[in-house]
Structure formats: structure tokens, C-alpha cells
Nanobody, 118 residues
Framework: QVQLAESGGGLVQAGGSLSLSCAAS????????MGWFRQAPGQERELVAT???????YYADSRKGRFTISGDNAKNTVYLQMNSLKPEDAAMYCC????????????WGQGTQVTVSS
């Protein structure tokens, strides 16, 4: 099992920045990627960005240029730097980890709320 703990959400004005962190613990060797997903009220969960264990990032198109995902393997932690935030970025942001055997994002954190005021 893998446990994920997010931190760093909060309230920010439009145009501002926030940094999220996600620390993994447990069976770290069973995961290959970690990523961030978000879900706003009444909307489906959507991918924000992922990063592989070798540091290769992937971004959903609409987040390219504004969001940066990074990782620290020594700390088993991934980060999401969000700049130029827009009201439509407001959502519950959840960290997830992909199981190396099933290739699915099976491990999820509790989430951290990001609110963007206009």
C-alpha cells in the first residue's frame, strides 16, 4: 500500500501562485508515476500533470506553461507549482500514484482545496 499526503492548498487571488506538495510513504517501489488531478464541484475529475520516477513530466494541455510539476525522489515527494491562477483553476486537487503492475492510478490522497478569487 501507498499513502499520499497533500499540503499547500488555500485561497489565492486570480493571477497569484500556489505550490502544492504530496509526500508518499509505504510501498514506494510499487509506484512508477505520481500526479495531480483536480475536481471542481459538478465536474468530472481531470488530469493536471504527472511525473515519472525518472522525472519526466506530462501536462494536460491547458496547464502547460502555467503549472510545473517536479519531484524529489529522496523525499518521495512531488510538487505542483501553479502560477497565473484563474478562477476556473479552483478545485479539489488530489495527488495520485500509479501502480507499476496495473498501470493505473490506484493510490489517492485526501486532497487539498484550491480557491481562486476573482
Amino acid at each position: 500500500q501507498v499513502q499520499l499526503a497533500e499540503s499547500g492548498g488555500g485561497l489565492v487571488q486570480a493571477g497569484g501562485s500556489l505550490s502544492l506538495s504530496c509526500a508518499a510513504s509505504g510501498s514506494i517501489s510499487s509506484i512508477t508515476h505520481m500526479g495531480w488531478f483536480r475536481q471542481a464541484p459538478g465536474q468530472e475529475r481531470e488530469l493536471v500533470a504527472t511525473i515519472s520516477s525518472d522525472g519526466t513530466p506530462y501536462y494536460a494541455d491547458s496547464r502547460k506553461g502555467r503549472f510545473t510539476i517536479s519531484g524529489d525522489n529522496a523525499k518521495n515527494t512531488v510538487y505542483l507549482q501553479m502560477n497565473s491562477l484563474k478562477p476556473e483553476d479552483a478545485a479539489m486537487y488530489c495527488c495520485a500514484a500509479r501502480n507499476r503492475w496495473t498501470f493505473r492510478y490506484e493510490y489517492w490522497g485526501q486532497g487539498t482545496q484550491v480557491t481562486v478569487s476573482s
